[in-house]
């Protein structure tokens, strides 16, 4: 974007308000809002709010006349702070919550609301903006729109540990404050805006264009709907996309229809060559845009992928070469038709290709495509975008060159080879990724010389598409030597001092969480002070100088903790963990009072919660009382962790050998059953074991046996390997194979290996090898994070290790450290690990601090970190409890 632009709707906003007072309001700016507030205004805690759209040609004028209004009425509002903050609200992906909500206006009362509404309606009629999904439209063609809801800040800690906007209803009671699409207007509120007598209009229409009955909804996105659709002529089942006007929309006056009409004449191209689905039409319906084209059976790339290409047997790891070999030579053919078509597609991922029965490969969704002399928003896809164009900031560019999709192709095929996604973090290393899979993944081997060639920075040494399809005629692995690696110790030294230089005791969180923090208890182990701290005593067991910055977390901590008085018990959504990391750091430091705020905290942790798992529930403060148990002998922590398992075995949900559990509210879980360790069945069986052990009541290790079943059960064999789903969303044939700690294999294979120890059950044992086979084979496309990343399947490797006392274990460990390493992205001079997103934080559960938690066991031993040994006092008392 032109520095010129980034001021642009500030000064408009300015040079309005300085016809009404400008010394009488109020500007705050951060990273996305600009507010404005008359200086008498007082803080609602909720009410009717007022949005208005905008497209960024109309940007100017929208907020002009419309500050006008609000400054008559002295009404508080904040809009986006430059067009760039525009564009993200009205691209095709963004999120529908907050689509186009360019001006949002905080009115005093109902009746300023409906006074407010009324003008701003009559001086924007005929502007352009989008639809808002989540609010009602004021009138017939306005730019206004409106909902009730909580004003910020508005939120409250929920029962699964995440702040969440909430509202009193008419009864004094806190409900969440729903910002779905069609829950504009609560139930028990009166919309001031429609008189009971006037329908309230809903978009759309079930048969559309007078012609395509709609069936099902395949995806939804602010863009529109991808729908599976009847010809009523034809009878035949086509697939409906719709482009909703003004979404997309960018500065030369275009949005998403142009898109349309991109990919219908893309269809047209290819669709009679068989490389896309057959082209049936194009048409305007309710000012929308809509392309109806050929149904085909299949999946995406991105789910055959993670379904169907499977390790191989024996010693190498990843899917089987010659299949990638002939999708790899397919993904050519196809890229070729599109650059012979004249156009270059910008977005070539996994996600637009289909694989139909037979393995044969279709491209879908084409609304990227641009022709050499075209300009026109970017549509990218982190992670498969070119280097070269990362870095274009205006919102209407030249297309993009054939290198680009060069590059994309390259990133495809990487995910076709190996299964990971390449990373969207600057400054990956993603040659020397290559380099490093190649050494223990066969069909990355394949491919290393044309992979490197494809994702190389320098757009001119990228293979042409001849020269591609001639290296994949016979491709043979080529020795070579990997890449040098930042060291475990290199890691750890510098984890520890990005943690000692990045701490901001003044702030909201010690460590700022740009991808989660503000969502979570900064308290907590998962993204808050809780859980760095638990890993820089850790450091100071092995022997690192970090006590001044656990003095200095442990304080913050204790002094932070009364400000958010509700109690969410979750180990590490919850406070169970803070806890447990308090009592550990006042010990380290000879610390009573920092001890004895861990204790009294573990003592107030509620022992019946409406979600029974182990991040944010019942079985979480189970876990960590029965820890703080072991630490000092207090009968009155194993008296409340015997609570915990009572409820948990109360609440059980028994048919025959099946158990499980669900949370009854308070999450996004409700309703339904999960298995893997953070919120299902295997989290909670291993608390009950543990419980069972401690308290010597059978029950609950009934209850772990029939946890086992009810996980070997459902267990997805595959050869040497064994995966799990993550519950009833994702059952039946079309489940993607997990191997995480949250949820998969890593996680069940942890309460299997602690379950295997205790009893000395032989299926148990077998199927924990299993699953460690299966995080073996993942560890080359892993994230780095804890959470389910290599972090915690380094850790279950460890305890695999000791449990079994087998080198291969601790071999495979020491690969996942290497795999480890090779994410690590440079900050200055410290090497660190992204997260997910490609940001680098320093958290437990989504950041550096989980990574360097697994290095400093594997380098100086000691046991895994919240949920201790697999070798606990559980082996010596279960057996009494059998006996």
Not at 345 to 352: H, K, V
Not at 707 to 723: E, M, N, P, Q
Request: aromatic fraction near 6%; charged fraction near 25%.
């Amino acid at each position: 974007m032109p520095v010129e632009d980034a001021d642009l709707l500030a000064d408009c906003a300015t040079a309005v308000l300085a016809r009404h007072d400008p010394d009488s309001w109020r500007h705050k700016v951060d990273d996305f809002w600009h507010f404005v507030l008359p200086r008498e205004y007082r803080h609602r805690e909720q009410g009717w709010k007022l949005h208005l759209s905008a497209t960024p040609l109309s940007a100017c004028l929208v907020l002009s006349r419309s500050i006008a209004v609000l400054a008559r009425h002295r009404c508080a509002f904040k809009f986006t702070k430059s067009l760039r903050e525009l564009h993200r609200l009205v691209e095709p992906n963004a999120d529908r919550t907050a689509a186009g909500k360019f001006i949002t206006v905080y009115p005093d009362d109902d009746g300023h609301a409906a006074a407010i509404a009324a003008e701003l309606h009559e001086v924007t009629l005929g502007l352009p903006g989008q639809w808002i999904l989540t609010d009602r439209r004021y009138r017939e063609n306005s730019l206004v729109f409106y909902r009730y809801g909580a004003f910020d800040p508005g939120f409250v800690l929920s029962d699964g540990g995440e702040y969440v906007a909430a509202l009193t209803d008419a009864d004094g009671k806190a409900v969440d404050d729903q910002r779905g699409v069609g829950k504009a207007v609560p139930e028990w509120t009166v919309d001031p805006f429609h008189p009971a007598a006037e329908p309230v209009r809903t978009p759309g229409s079930v048969l559309v264009g007078d012609r395509y009955r709609v069936r099902t909804a395949i995806r939804q996105s602010n863009r529109g709907g991808v729908y599976i659709a009847e010809d009523t002529e034809s009878g035949e089942d086509i697939v409906l996309k719709r482009f909703r006007r003004h979404t997309g929309a960018a500065t030369d006056g275009s949005d998403s229809r142009i898109r349309a009409r991109a990919e219908a004449r893309m269809l047209m191209a290819l669709g009679s060559s068989g490389a896309a689905p057959r082209y049936h039409g194009l048409f305007a319906w309710d000012g929308d845009l809509f392309v109806a084209q050929e149904k085909l059976d299949g999946v995406p790339l991105r789910r055959f992928a993670a379904r169907t290409l499977r390790p191989t047997e024996g010693d190498s790891l990843g899917p089987d070469t010659e299949l990638v070999l002939d999708l790899a030579r397919q993904l050519v053919d196809l890229l070729e038709r599109v650059h012979e078509a004249g156009y270059v597609l910008g977005d070539f991922t996994p996600n637009n290709i289909l694989v139909t029965p037979g393995n044969r490969l279709k491209l879908i969704d084409l609304e990227s495509a641009l022709r050499a002399w075209e300009i026109g928003p970017l549509l990218t896809t982190p992670g498969y975008t070119a280097p070269e164009i990362l870095g274009r900031t205006r919102l209407i560019n030249p297309a993009p060159e054939v290198p680009v999709d060069l590059y994309a192709l390259g990133a495809t095929m990487l995910y076709l080879a190996s299964g990971v996604h390449p990373p969207a973090c600057p400054g990956t290393r993603i040659v020397e990724m290559v380099e490093l899979m190649a050494t223990r993944q066969p069909a990355v081997a394949s491919l290393r010389t044309v992979l490197c060639g494809l994702l190389a920075d320098d757009p001119g040494a990228r293979p042409d598409l001849s020269a591609v399809r001639a290296a994949l005629r016979d491709p043979q692995p080529v020795p070579h030597t990997p890449p040098t690696q930042p060291d475990p110790d290199r890691l750890i030294a510098d984890m520890l001092a990005e943690l000692e230089a990045t701490t901001t005791p003044d702030g909201p969180a010690l460590w700022p969480n740009s991808t989660a923090g503000s969502r979570h208890d900064p308290c907590s182990v998962h993204v808050g002070a809780a859980g760095v701290l638990a890993v820089l005593s850790q450091a100071i067991r092995a022997g690192y100088d970090t006590a001044d910055l656990v003095e200095t977390t442990a304080d913050w901590l204790v002094d932070r903790l009364p400000r958010e008085p509700k109690i969410v018990p979750g180990l590490l959504f919850g406070r169970a963990g803070t806890a447990v990391s308090l009592v550990e750091a006042g010990r380290l430091l000879g610390a009573p009072d920092i001890e004895t705020a861990g204790l009294d905290l573990a003592a107030r942790l509620p022992v019946r919660w409406p979600i029974p798992d182990v991040h944010q529930g019942t079985a979480g403060a189970g876990m960590a009382l029965l820890a703080l148990w072991r630490m000092t002998g207090r009968a009155d922590l194993l008296d409340r962790a015997r609570a915990c398992a009572d409820h948990l075995l109360a609440i059980a949900d028994i048919d025959g050998d099946v158990i499980s559990w669900s949370a009854s509210s308070g999450s996004s879980l409700a309703g339904t059953k999960h298995w893997g360790f953070a919120h299902g069945v295997a989290g909670i069986g291993s608390f009950l074991l543990d419980a069972a052990s401690a308290t010597g009541d059978e029950r609950g290790l009934d209850a772990a046996a029939r946890c086992v079943r009810t996980l070997a059960d459902i267990a997805d064999r595959d050869g040497r390997a064994a995966f799990w789903p993550s519950g009833e969303a994702d059952e039946g044939a079309d489940r993607i194979r997990l191997t995480g700690f949250c949820s998969g294999s890593n996680g069940v294979g942890t309460f299997l290996l602690r379950y295997f120890a205790a009893t000395g059950d032989a299926a148990a044992a077998e199927l924990a090898e299993a699953a460690a086979y299966a995080v073996r084979c993942a560890n080359a496309v892993a994230t780095p994070v804890w959470c389910h990343g290599l972090a915690s399947d380094g850790d279950f490797l460890l305890d695999c290790a000791d449990v079994f006392g087998e080198a291969r274990y601790l071999d495979w460990s020491t690969d996942t450290a290497t795999s480890l390493a090779s994410r690590a992205v440079r900050r200055g001079e410290r090497w660190l690990t992204p997260d997910e997103g490609g940001d680098v934080v320093a958290a437990f559960g989504n950041g550096f601090a989980g990574p360097l938690s697994f290095l400093l066991r594997l380098r100086h031993g000691g046991d895994r970190l919240l949920i201790g040994p697999p070798r606990s006092a559980v082996r010596d008392a279960v057996p009494a409890i059998i006996g």
